[in-house]
């Protein structure tokens, strides 16, 4: 074997140790980069002028976990119900604006948490100027969002990529010249390499913050492979402050993908983890339907929880220890393990109980 | 703002320019490694020693786009069905062992392409030996799998990591004495931080191909998430020459996701790919039904096209324009794109057609 020279004197820690040192930020008392922990955000598909839908769907996103929540602002009407739905909602509020930039004055009047705008389609480069000077008064935000959709003439990477974060640069260095820098950016391409090259790109020349995702990534079963992958590639190399994931779509399960990211990177509380084996022909119970049945039976249960169902004798034991509670499988029963203790044999009819019960005890 | 040096004169063309050089094995007609594309594994769900459940259940997969197929052979009455089922399959088959080194004898003698194992598990070492001098003489390669659940006393990470990858250093060092060189190695864990870990400190030591995938990865929505994260990083950061998605659940959706994670960083070819946008309240048509009916419709036809199916004319012109044929919304109607110029104006009522029709024009 050519044993290459490692690159690294340990590979591990990786996550924890390189991530990368970017500026702080507040939108509302949610703490964006400066080591901060990685928030999970989501938008509504409501009308934002249908106040009680808007508030409904916002109480849901943040019921399930998000922690910041950005609304559309096509319209003045729009723009003045700002102020009622964020008196009535538990998370800040950002709003989304394009081309006019009255309706951003008018938000930030409202009082809301943060702006978020591509200074590239607004129709007054002066107008963008304005919004810079009312947010800097009022102490908020400005989320500087490249979308490779809106690059002309940007083609394909590697063009696309410079193009998306030296636009995004200048943006920021027109912002600063007014002395503004409460300044978050975010690169997004609806291509994976792409986007993960304009964050790596941006991550290495400049401190801001970065808000990651993959835009228009489609429908969830699409959505859920292309945000993992460019959202969680960046986590993993330390990149990233404030996450959306972005599917056609209730965002609900925006949310719940997100944080499912951020869980199995380990910068999420867990919660209650159900790892399970991909049943091949050593399995002889029926194990998605226990997997199901216990995941079902513990949805909304809070804490933290790893249970192992596993369904063999091959890595069964050994997953089954490693975890909190565990059940490998044989012939119509299984093994109950509990904290790496092998605790007694259970019939197969008795597995969800048992591990419900033993849950539930742990917690 | 701090211009920090920029750690790359560019970020662009990483993918491809930073693949690691591994050595080459050949699994039946499938090369892995040396700089092949990567391929796609699954494994069979049924009892092996039901030669027409697994061989209709394989042929599935290869219809699917599976290009490696694994079946476990947990008892001498399954080792000797593989030739009846490797005579009638169209994809390399490789035998999964456990314990026992004569089933991996029995299946070399059966004519499987490949053997996994994990040497840790195995009652006899020297059975171990005589499995690899068998696969030599038999000019098959031979995987292989250390389980983060095999490692015992390994706790959590770091230590487990390291512990993984000294294992399987030393198992490929066994093998170096038989002069056996056909190797390829898995380093799973059901810890998707732990699997980046250790595959990528065991790619920085040696140069044989290795095998991706997260090991009890659990139901079909974590396991996206996480084998998305755990291979699609490991791609991006041109670590892997095969992958294996592990899902609880039939192994179609495996192949299917791992078609996808490839597809998502541009090392598959696209196939039909609808983008689409996350419909927030600006949104005037019933975008998820046009994605969805589009996608029913096309479901099956091959060649390569990206459709944007976008829903305002924010980000929705650029995308529409990028995409080889794309619709960008308005009230009722949106504008149709083909080639990056604007055609014509379409009612919302005819847009599944429209695109439906012209997808096939173009292809």
């Known amino acids: ?94 709003a989304d604006i394009h081309f006019d930039h009255k309706l951003a004055l008018e938000a930030i009047r409202q009082g809301v948490d943060g702006i978020r705008l591509n200074p590239g389609n607004m129709r007054s ?51 600063e010249r007014l002395k503004f820098r409460d300044i978050k950016i975010s690169l997004k391409a609806s291509d994976v390499a792409a986007t993960i090259d304009a964050y790596r790109l941006i991550a290495s020349q400049c401190d801001y913050p970065l808000h990651l ?31 959306r994931v972005s599917m056609t779509g209730p965002p609900l399960a925006e949310v719940k993908a997100g944080l499912e ?27 998605s339907r226990i997997v199901e049945q216990v995941r079902a039976r513990l949805a909304g249960v809070k804490g933290n929880l790893q249970i192992a169902v596993m369904g063999c004798v091959v890595n069964g034991p050994g997953e089954a220890r490693e975890a909190d ?7 119509g029963f299984g093994f109950l393990f509990r904290k790496g203790r092998r605790i007694r044999k259970v019939p197969e009819k008795q597995m969800v109980d048992v591990l419900v019960q033993e849950a539930r005890k742990l917690i």
Chains 1, 2 share one sequence.
């Open 1 to 94: 074997m050519i044993r290459l020279a490692a690159s690294r004197t340990t590979a591990t820690g990786w996550m924890m140790t390189k991530r990368r040192k970017s500026r702080a930020v507040y939108v509302g008392p949610v703490k964006v980069g400066g080591g901060a922990k990685i928030s999970v955000q989501s938008m509504t598909t409501t009308h934002t002028h249908d106040v009680d839908a808007t508030v409904a769907q916002i109480r849901e996103l943040a019921e399930a976990g998000c922690q910041i929540v950005r609304v559309a602002v096509p319209t003045m009407k729009a723009a003045l119900c700002l102020g009622r739905i964020k008196s009535r909602i538990p998370l800040p509020l950002v």
């Open 125 to 175: 480069r002066e107008g963008v100027f304005e919004v810079v000077r009312a947010a800097k008064r009022a102490e908020i935000p400005i989320r500087i969002g490249v979308n490779s959709g809106s690059i002309r003439g940007g083609g394909k990477a590697p063009n696309l990529v410079k193009l998306m974060v030296d636009t995004a640069l200048r943006y920021c260095e027109d912002f």
């Open 213 to 243: 995702g993959v835009t228009a990534a489609g429908p969830p079963d699409t959505s859920l492979v292309k945000s993992s992958i460019g959202i969680g590639t960046l986590l993993a190399e330390g990149i990233g402050d404030t996450i």
């Open 261 to 287: 990211i951020l869980r199995a990177l380990g910068l999420a509380e867990r919660g209650i983890e159900v790892v399970s084996c991909p049943t091949c022909g050593r399995c002889e119970i029926d194990l």
């Open 325 to 331: 509670l565990g059940i490998a499988g044989g012939k």
